[in-house]
């Protein structure tokens, strides 16, 4: 019942400071406004490109291993020098993997090359051609919406076919059906057989839209098979139960073999595997979870100062009506709590508004950028638990010095 009481009160006076002192309210609630508005926009941009960008580290598969010539590490002191002499992968070592490993379920070669697909008048540049094997679709994930994958017969023998991505397929052939259809790329006809389901830009780069998929046999026809600027590579998905680390290890003992290795020499391959990627990534969003709370910790700091200072001036206001509740029986607690739960009241509105202005701001964003920013329920959450504890904070000693005055001279107090 106290709680009901005192949350009635605080919010008739809140609502009347407000409307009584419109400007004085609204510089000293703009300045939670502005905290919360920065630093949730920020968690909510960077939760909806980190989703986005794990979605992308994930499509690669979490239990893919890839044998490359370059290792996936960053930063200002990669020994790029140590590896420019390393050999590509190549078809034949594909083979001698799928022969001698055991702890793997698919094997799989690729390189990747640009062209421009080509349909009667109508062409695509730069589509992305990808060059695979033929258990690609077991290690890649990807969706068809019209027609079929390759059949084994027809990757071996290197049938001049191919799958379109949903943009490639668009841009030649608008809203007519693509699978049956004779393109061009680099100077050779393939036939459609499948159009990749539409996913979007993906922020690795490997965006499947833009992708024709091509058996490797055909490939030789269009493209080098060894030449380090397609940067081909051998996939190999880790068999049910078998960790990452168990399939490096018996995929680096199966590599040096293959390529002759003495004991003391250095791996002339790299092991490649995603979660090299997301512990960069980790590292990324924790520096701009940081720049966020700094962005918007001086913001609510000014804005905690606004709100104490509208609450000394309520307390002067109201020292008179302060003294007649405490004449009448009202014990400090209960005053103070009233002055307090005035300054959450006060805060949670200025935080209230900031949210109001990212979910708008949501909508502007997604329909310029064309992606998901969801204000999600954790975000609501964080923001107005920041402005509750902005407000507690900020009003304590206004309410603490409130409670604290002599009733007789709070009464004679104009």
Not at 261 to 267: E, G, N, Q
Request: proline share 3%.
């Amino acid at each position: 019942m106290l709680f009901i009481t005192l949350f009635k009160e605080s919010f008739l006076f809140a609502v009347q400071a407000l409307v009584t002192n419109k400007l004085r309210s609204f510089l000293s609630l703009l300045g939670i406004t502005i905290g919360i508005f920065s630093i949730i926009s920020v968690f909510t941009m960077t939760d909806s490109l980190e989703k986005k960008l794990r979605d992308s580290v994930k499509s690669l598969g979490d239990d893919v291993i890839y044998i490359q010539k370059w290792p996936w590490t960053f930063g200002p002191d990669y020994p790029w020098w140590k590896y420019m002499n390393r050999p590509v992968p190549n078809i034949s070592e594909l083979r001698e993997v799928e022969k001698w490993c055991k702890k793997g379920d698919a094997f799989a070669f690729m390189i990747s090359a640009n062209g421009t697909a080509k349909y009667k008048s109508n062409s695509v540049e730069n589509a992305n051609m990808i060059c695979v094997s033929h258990q690609y679709d077991k290690i890649r994930s990807f969706v068809i919406s019209e027609g079929r994958y390759f059949t084994e017969n027809e990757s071996e023998s290197g049938k001049s076919i191919c799958i379109i991505g949903n943009t490639i397929a668009e841009g030649l052939f608008g809203q007519l059906s693509a699978v049956g259809k004779e393109i061009k790329v680099r100077g050779s006809k393939l036939t459609v057989v499948g159009v990749l389901k539409k996913e979007g830009e993906s922020m690795l780069g490997n965006n499947v839209d833009t992708q024709i998929l091509i058996p490797i046999n055909f490939a030789r026809n269009l493209v080098d098979l060894r030449n380090d600027r397609f940067e081909p590579m051998i996939m190999v998905k880790a068999r049910a139960g078998v960790s990452n680390d168990e399939l490096i290890d018996e995929l680096t003992g199966i590599m040096r073999g293959i390529r002759k290795l003495k004991p003391i020499a250095d791996d002339s391959f790299a092991l490649n595997q995603t979660s090299m990627i997301s512990s960069q990534v980790n590292e990324i969003f924790d520096v701009v979870g940081i720049a966020g709370w700094a962005i918007g910790g001086f913001s609510i700091l000014v804005g905690g100062f606004g709100i104490a200072n509208i609450m000394f001036v309520s307390v002067k206001e109201r020292t008179n009506l302060i003294g007649i509740q405490k004449s009448l029986g009202a014990k400090n607690y209960f005053v103070l709590l009233q002055f307090l739960a005035e300054a959450v009241m006060l805060s949670v509105m200025g935080g209230i508004i900031g949210l109001v202005l990212i979910y708008a701001g949501t909508f502007v964003v997604e329909s310029a950028m064309e992606m998901e920013v969801p204000l999600t329920r954790s975000n609501v959450i964080l923001g107005m638990t920041i402005s509750a504890l902005i407000g507690v904070v900020s009003g304590f000693v206004p309410a603490y010095t409130a409670s604290q005055l002599d009733p007789v001279e709070a009464i004679r107090t104009n």
